[in-house]
């Protein structure tokens, strides 16, 4: 599992967003839980979280919705797990100055470097491009 279902959430609705940023169009909450059957009221927190990060802006009534406040280039997946996830880390036990744990500490923390830079390196813009070269349809060849 690469990202929670929190961020995994967060990141499609964006997606969406970012597809009519140029638009100015907005997006609302049940158009975007519908689309991708996500529950209504999770995607709320999330894109709650999403506005009180700064990524968001809402306006409510029967044509408002959500908008990004930033160009879809300008926002990593890495700023927007931060935003959702927080520092979510669960403290572990055991005796931590081992030579086990500290090997495996060790490759944790490559992990998590090689895993930083892929996400600060992936823009909303990215993901938006990868998700429209898998909407082409593919072509049938006959014989």
Known sequence: MVFSA???YGLVALIDLAAVYATGERQQTGEI???HGMPERYLEQMLTSLR???FLISV???KGGH???RSPELITVSE???CLEGDARAERQG???NAE???LDGLAQRAHQARTAVLKGTTLAHLLLERDSLRQPTPMFYI
């Open 6 to 8: 929190k961020t995994e």
């Open 33 to 35: 839980s519908r689309r």
């Open 52 to 54: 009180k990060g700064g």
């Open 60 to 62: 409510r009534g029967p």
């Open 67 to 69: 908008q990004l406040t």
């Open 80 to 82: 927007v797990e931060d």
């Open 95 to 97: 005796d931590r100055s």
């Open 101 to 103: 744990f500290r090997v």
